[in-house]
């Protein structure tokens, strides 16, 4: 009998799936299987082959009967039991999809990545039954920054529309600093169909070694409700908080509000469209006296994927930020895309089993400000483009604490060379998660 796996194992947060099999392949090889499936029912390899098909078709139903046929003739298949399991998970017959599962690793001879793959599906199940459902993210550590304070990449600028010689301390200036990071998400649910009230929460805290100005806090709050729509899709509308402190001082609040819609693609993943909105009001401060004309509405747009085709794992955001200001020299509107390619792997690692992700990334960015700032040059308008390059590196140390490792570095190109700059970044640090 064939030995491979005729649907996907891992839980459906992140599910590898093999690259679709052209329809005219599919359907030929569909319709010829199904004639001798039924003209030797006890033939296993058959019965296998037109699973596969079946799964590769997208007609889940087909493959459960034809799996369900193979255990008729032969029960003690652990691997068909949680090809099945795994199926009616799929179909969102979770209480069915448990009865498999279990069976699938009854008995001494389960091999270990059958039982592996059972006992994620099983904690999956368990989740999506729960009323609750929560997630807690902890990251802290060290950062050096080449150019904490985002300067110029020289010291002769732009000021009242004539060249200028910068102060030295106020151009690039390293810096270390240390950095405590908190994401949360909790879900009440409200039924089995997917509706849910949602509450996300983000905090961030970061000190400087010497440039105190840059101390930055964060706080962020989203709370709405998630209405299902089918077993696939699904909309939110929720509200917004923020605050901002910067060198020590409050920097600014906002309130706000977002609507998204979110979709399975297939198989292969999920993507999201959003639309938020933020009144931000900026507060005046020692270090930054006229933070105050930044105050106006913050408009921002985006759509993410989350995608796999078999080992390829790949996140995308493009985003659009309309800012309207109270002065028309810091309003703007940018246009951005970033990309991370995760790439998850084990190796052994202190006697055991590790988990490690590899996520290279990239983005790129451009904005235009709709004025001119008299102060800089009244004559040239600011445009700004950002690339982005980057990494993480996610170790696994043991149960749910590991080891983040982040490189990141940005250079903009701009109009002024009061804004053109670079930074790059490198940060270590644990990671714990519930």
């Known amino acids: 009998m064939a030995a491979g796996c005729v649907a996907l194992s891992a839980p459906a947060r992140a599910e590898p799936t093999a690259a679709p099999t052209p329809a005219s392949v599919v359907q030929g090889d569909y319709d010829a299987l199904f004639q001798q499936m039924y003209q030797s029912p006890s033939n296993l390899d058959v019965s296998f082959r037109f699973a596969h ?21 032969n029960p003690d298949l652990p691997r068909v039991k949680l090809e099945l399991g795994v199926l009616y998970f799929k179909l969102g017959s979770f209480e ?3 009865g498999y599962l279990q069976d699938a690793v009854k008995g001494a001879n389960v091999p270990a990545e059958v039982r592996s793959q059972v006992m994620a599906y099983l904690a999956e199940i368990d989740r999506r039954l729960s009323r609750h459902d929560y997630s807690v993210f902890l990251n802290a550590g060290i950062r050096y920054q080449s150019n904490a304070n985002v300067g110029p990449n020289g010291l002769l600028v732009r000021a009242l529309g004539n060249d200028a010689t910068l102060d030295g301390k106020y151009g690039k200036q390293p810096d270390w600093s240390t950095f405590q990071t908190v994401a949360a998400n909790y879900a009440y649910k409200l039924n089995t169909r997917g509706d849910a009230f949602e509450l996300t929460f983000l905090g961030i805290n ?6 105190s100005q840059y101390n930055l806090g964060l706080v962020e709050v989203l709370a709405g409700q998630r209405v299902a729509i089918g077993q696939n899709a699904s909309l939110k509308y929720y509200g917004i908080g923020d605050q901002v402190w910067l060198g020590d001082a409050s920097y600014f609040n906002a309130v706000g509000g977002g609507l998204s819609a979110r979709t399975a ?8 469209a959003l639309v938020e909105t933020r009144h931000r009001r900026f507060s005046d401060s020692v270090n930054y006296p006229t933070a105050s004309e930044q105050s106006g509405e913050l408009l921002t747009a985006a759509v993410l994927t989350d995608l796999r085709f078999g080992p390829l794992h790949w996140t995308t955001r493009l985003g659009y930020d309309c800012n309207n200001a109270i002065t028309d020299y810091n309003s703007y509107k940018r246009y951005s895309i970033d990309l991370a390619f995760p790439y998850e792997f084990s190796t052994a690692l202190f006697g055991a089993p590790r988990q490690f992700v590899i996520a290279p990334t990239v983005g790129y960015s451009f904005a235009r400000y709709d004025a001119p700032y008299f102060i800089v040059d009244p004559d040239v308008a600011r445009r700004d483009r950002e690339w982005r390059y980057g990494g993480i590196i996610d170790a696994q140390l043991v149960d749910n604490i590991g080891l983040r490792t982040q490189l990141q570095y940005f250079k903009i190109n701009s109009t002024l060379p009061n804004y053109t700059t670079d930074n790059l970044s490198v940060s270590v640090g644990p990671t714990v998660r519930f």
């Open 206 to 211: 970061a000190r400087q070694n010497k440039l």
């Open 96 to 98: 069915i999809a448990r």
């Open 53 to 73: 098909e079946a799964v590769a078709r997208g007609d889940y139903e087909a493959a459960i009967g034809a799996l369900e046929r193979m255990l008729f003739f």
């Open 265 to 272: 693609i297939g198989d292969i993943g999920l993507a999201e």
